[in-house]
């Protein structure tokens, strides 16, 4: 409001990745969110205690994409790469999954959808010059790639 003490725009917020305030409302908030709800929807997953050692992966290679844009060193191993490189989009039965009553299942299901919407957000974040060159091709690939290995991990159809 006019004359406000500290005139402080409560719209606005500090983009650690350009180092400048902009909106609330830029699609880069709503990606830093998605992610971190994939990454609390995978925690819950892990803490159903089912595979435990390949959730832990799946979280793991999350974080390593959600760090890419603060460390652009940050890499996946080559073999997490290659596992994704394998995870080929491919329709299966949610329903039957779910009506089974699977927590694990439903987890991971929520997490990918989070990355799904968090990858829709990056990449309309590509379209502003601020963020154009800071978006690397290889985050927006396997950020996808992940997204599918979780669908097919949440549904059981794993390649191995």
């Known amino acids: 409001m006019p004359g406000n003490e500290d005139d402080e725009d409560y719209t606005k917020e500090m983009c650690e990745y350009i180092n400048e305030e ?42 390593t994409l959600y760090q890419l844009m603060i460390d652009p060193e940050s890499k996946l191993p080559d073999s997490q790469r290659k596992m994704l490189n394998h995870a080929d989009d491919v329709w299966l039965d949610l329903k039957e999954k779910m009506s089974q009553g699977d927590k694990r299942a439903a987890h991971l299901l929520s997490s990918q959808a989070h990355m799904s919407m968090a990858l829709g957000y990056l990449i309309r974040c590509r379209s502003d010059e601020r963020f154009s060159q800071l978006i690397p091709d290889y985050l927006i690939k396997y950020l996808g790639k992940l997204s599918t290995f979780t669908y097919r991990e949440a549904i059981g159809h794993v390649m191995l």
């Open 22 to 63: 902009i909106s609330r409302d830029h699609p880069i908030f709503f990606y830093k969110a998605e992610m971190k709800l994939a990454q609390a929807s995978m925690g819950l997953a892990i803490a159903e205690g089912v595979r435990l050692q390949a959730t832990r992966e799946l979280l793991d290679m999350l974080d």
